[in-house]
T-cell receptor, first 117, second 115 residues
Framework: DAGVIQSPRHEVTEMGQEVTLRCKPI?????LFWYRQTMMRGLELLIY????????DSGMPEDRFSAKMPNASFSTLKIQPSEPRDSAVYFC???????????????FGAGSRLTVL | AQTVTQSQPEMSVQEAETVTLSCTYD???????LFWYKQPPSRQMILVIR??????QNATENRFSVNFQKAAKSFSLKISDSQLGDTAMYFC????????????FGKGTKLTVNP
């Protein structure tokens, strides 16, 4: 398996622009997570999905952020409009629930570094 | 809500020496999982070791081992025979079994292995 695949690896944009981050989870995993990492706040969970359904979006900072998972192999995190304080590394991770070796272990993608000027 | 505390923002160790990173957590749950993740400069988050709370035996993965003290809610990571490639941020994380799949992370410890 190629692991969790995220794109783009780096994104530089100007304030007010729309940003879309993409994620392909590991095949067969039934949970998908979006985390944000900053120096000040560390790793924060933004939202997670189970079987493509959003379960907990309490970490989404505001209405400018939205996430979708149209199918089991693809998810997007969108920021519209973007602001400089959104600059961070955004990680996607997936996991398999239900016991057995590897259960409950999050496998992370390489992250998308977003810079909003 | 669960919290995870890593009290050492930075640590350093000489190559081939042993180092221990501290982690404490707060929870009212009786069954849960604890993890250590490593984040090298490449920023990829890599699982180092996992401990299930109902297992009394401390987990071990090659040079990495944990000291899990459930009553004290402590979960330290010991790295033996430190190597230059161990230089990274290390994050302690908690995963409860109370219904949420949320993985709660500590703020991390930056470990530098010196030659």
């Amino acid at each position: 398996d190629a692991g969790v695949i995220q794109s783009p690896r780096h994104e530089v944009t100007e304030m007010g622009q729309e940003v879309t981050l993409r994620c392909k989870p590991i095949s067969g995993h039934d949970y998908l997570f979006w985390y944000r990492q900053t120096m000040m706040r560390g790793l924060e969970l933004l939202i997670y999905f189970n079987n493509n359904v959003p379960i907990d979006d309490s970490g989404m900072p505001e209405d400018r952020f939205s996430a979708k998972m149209p199918n089991a192999s693809f998810s997007t995190l969108k920021i519209q409009p973007s602001e400089p304080r959104d600059s961070a590394v955004y990680f996607c991770a997936s996991s398999l629930r239900g016991g057995g070796y590897g259960a409950n272990v999050l496998t992370f993608g390489a992250g998308s570094r977003l810079t909003v000027l | 809500a669960q919290t995870v505390t890593q009290s050492q923002p930075e640590m350093s160790v000489q190559e081939a020496e042993t180092v221990t990173l501290s982690c404490t957590y707060d929870t009212s749950e009786s069954n849960y999982y604890l993890f250590w993740y490593k984040q090298p400069p490449s920023r990829q988050m890599i699982l180092v070791i996992r401990q299930e709370a109902y297992k009394q035996q401390n987990a071990t993965e090659n040079r990495f081992s944990v000291n899990f003290q459930k009553a004290a809610k402590s979960f330290s990571l010991k790295i033996s025979d430190s190597q230059l490639g161990d230089t990274a941020m290390y994050f302690c994380a908690f995963h409860g079994q109370g219904g949420s799949e949320k993985l709660v992370f500590g703020k991390g410890t930056k470990l530098t292995v010196n030659p």
